[in-house]
């Protein structure tokens, strides 16, 4: 029988989740949940119905896990407990910080209700936290890198969005090619903020706004564009459209570590990411983790899980015997 | 109380595990076994002592994970099923068309004994399986491949080796850079044995050797050379010694695939190593699986087990808690 997969929010996220779930046959997409009105939603799946998020707990017999596809910073907090308490739920929350605190609300409402939640799932955190933990194991003399990008930053994009006299705006993080080698020849460079990544920021000016002082602004911010050297471009509407619609994203792992009665050894261990769409492929994996919180679910599994606690066979439609087989 | 594990076998492997343990506090080495004299072996560390391996199961309580370090054509088939028998066991056994029958010798003895097994653990087979079937979870629209290099193959050293007129030699299995290139691009490119890697042969002749003849016998070689672009350096065992005597490689495992609801994004997942020494990476790689078996052990789990099977918390020697807080 097919995991059936329910929906809430339907953002990129969540429009990433409708079309991953059509590329795994073993599942299937039982409903989407929304709190704008469900009948103001035009999902591109026929036939798949729209309730209401309130309602959610009403068909928490229809769905094997519901993907959570809210923001980390008011979303997440609030609804991955109370949904973990009628679902295996599995959310994308990214605010490094907070993950202690989320985690342990999360585990107290999963194991309480007899459920499977999973948290802080996509790449980073995600895929690039089980490259750096498994890297960090293996090779425990090391160091760890990691550079993103080139992609768009939407905390960036909509911090430049809210200065006065700009219509619109978008921003790319992008690695220093000269670092990335630096740490690829084992050297081991100490590397500041600046010398990591580069800022590079499109920029639609409203009517008769002054370039010069909104340039000025974007590169100052603190904490945003301040430590870094970040180039500001202004262009029109259409190009802005045109050129930069996407969003891109992608980055860098790597570990430096040496081995060796005196270390004489070293090696390198890099996993890199290209992503031409950020959300589809947070989606993807979001889609593959699903399919192991089912697995676990059924094991009588509950609590709390994060990258670091799932056997990566869980992620496969394939059994052990022929992932043993074929990709062994 | 530190892990306390014992090596059978001491060639390369052996040296680097030896080695590698030193990196890790939570382990400790508690013996070494070696089907050679035992006064005749010379280890790196003094205090640990040496055991003939026909003695190994009388020391079996004094170790937690026994690391077999023979090769995989004839030793491993037999000494994995014989030696789980008394001891959690690991290997890294490498014959991938022989894996399921080994997976299954090995399975019966550990669950018959009540121990844990892990077979086939370095980096491929191991985390280049582990990162195929991860990436291939995720992005199921996509198309795998594997490259390896720049790197010494033992097998095609030993080949040259075998021919007449041939007094010593080392083999480079070299990836072909545009064909990288080309998979990096996402054009998922058809790729032959011989657009993919190039082999370069450094070869010491007998004195008065037909070093023409030596050269079109390598180059016409069936399955190790006759299908590559290859070249053939003649040079002096000193030569040989001063420039080639490392154990160097790695290679590239990239996963090319599509999502959107019109497969109208692409995106690529790179894992690559590039590592001064094989053997010493590979026992690293042993290590940190060692403690998973050890903790799993601990846990009253039992059979044979793969990199699929195991959660990547087990490897190291953080807490969960701590896991999450400094690497999610």
Chains 1, 2 share one sequence.
């Not at 933990?133 to 905390?155: N, R």
């Not at 990591?196 to 499109?202: G, M």
């Not at 570590?257 to 947070?282: A, C, Q």
Request: hydrophobic share 35%; with cysteine; glycine share 8%.
């Amino acid at each position: 029988m097919a995991i059936r997969i329910g929906i809430l929010g339907y953002g990129n996220l969540g429009r990433g989740i409708e079309a991953a779930i059509r590329q795994n046959p073993d599942m299937e997409l039982a409903a989407f949940f929304t709190r704008r009105d469900p009948a103001a939603v035009k999902t591109a799946t026929e036939g798949v119905p729209v309730y209401s998020a309130d309602s959610a707990k009403d068909h928490k017999d229809e769905i094997d896990v519901l993907m959570l596809c809210g923001g980390s910073a008011t979303d997440l907090p609030v609804q991955t407990p109370e949904y973990a308490k009628y679902f295996n739920v599995i959310d994308s929350f990214d605010t490094h910080a907070k993950i202690p605190e989320h985690f342990a609300n999360v585990d107290k409402a999963a194991k309480e209700s007899g459920h499977v939640a999973m948290i802080s799932v996509g790449w980073d955190p995600g895929l690039f936290s089980l490259n750096r933990m498994m890297a960090g194991a293996i090779l425990p003399d090391g160091k760890d890198y990691t550079f993103w990008g080139k992609g768009v930053s939407q905390g960036h994009s909509d911090a430049i969005r809210r200065i006065e006299g700009v219509k619109n705006g978008k921003q790319y993080t992008i690695p220093v090619e000269s670092a990335l080698e630096a740490v690829r020849s084992g050297s081991n460079p100490e590397l500041t903020t600046r010398q990591k990544h580069t800022r590079e920021c499109f920029v639609v000016a409203e009517e008769g706004a002054d370039k010069a002082k909104i340039e000025a602004e974007i590169k100052n911010m603190p904490n945003y564009f301040a430590d870094y050297d970040t180039t500001v471009h202004f262009i029109s509407e259409e190009e802005l459209a045109r050129d930069h619609s996407g969003i891109p994203h992608g980055g860098f792992v790597i570990r430096s570590g040496k081995t060796g009665l005196n270390g004489e050894n070293n090696h390198i261990i890099e996993y890199s990411l290209k992503l031409d769409s950020n959300p589809e492929f947070t989606s993807s994996v979001l889609v593959a983790y699903a399919r192991a919180i089912c697995r676990l679910a059924k094991e009588g599994q509950t609590g709390c899980k994060t990258v670091f606690d799932i056997a990566p066979a869980y992620l496969s439609p394939l059994s052990g015997e022929e992932l043993r087989k074929s990709l062994l």
